[in-house]
């Protein structure tokens, strides 16, 4: 059993950066392991995505050029580092780690098994 917790979140103004963190229990030399959103009243919505197998990363179009996904395997732990906050960006932030299965999409919610509870972003404007 993986066990992820994300910290990090607070409230920020526009334009501001923040970076977020998830701790995870084990060794994830294998496993693909993502960042993913959800506002109030809105479906959730992919983030970012890094596979260390092939150390690819994946971006939401919402976020791309402005978010960046990072591990440091040291201490296992995955990052978010977001830069150029805008209101929209204000959700509830959860990281989220799967084994590796090539039949799976990534950018999708039920691909992974694991989940932390969530760290929350406000962005004021």
């Known amino acids: 059993q993986v066990q992820l917790v994300e910290s990090g979140g607070r409230l920020v103004q526009a334009g501001d950066s923040l970076k977020l963190s998830c701790t995870i229990s084990?060794?994830?030399?294998?496993?693909?392991m993502g960042w993913f959103r959800q506002a109030p009243g809105k479906e959730r919505e992919f983030v970012a995505t890094l596979m260390y197998i092939r150390s690819s990363t994946f971006y939401g179009d919402s976020v791309k050029g402005r978010f960046t996904i990072s591990r440091d395997p040291f201490n296992n732990t995955l990052y978010l580092q977001m830069n150029n906050l805008k209101p929209e960006d204000t959700a509830m932030y959860y990281c989220?780690?799967?084994?590796?299965?090539?039949?799976?999409?990534?950018?999708?919610?039920?691909?992974?098994?694991?989940w932390g509870q969530g760290t929350q972003v406000t962005v004021s404007s």
């Open positions: 084990s060794h994830t030399g294998y496993y693909v």
């Open positions: 989220a780690a799967s084994p590796y299965l090539s039949s799976r999409d990534f950018r999708l919610g039920p691909s992974y098994d694991f």
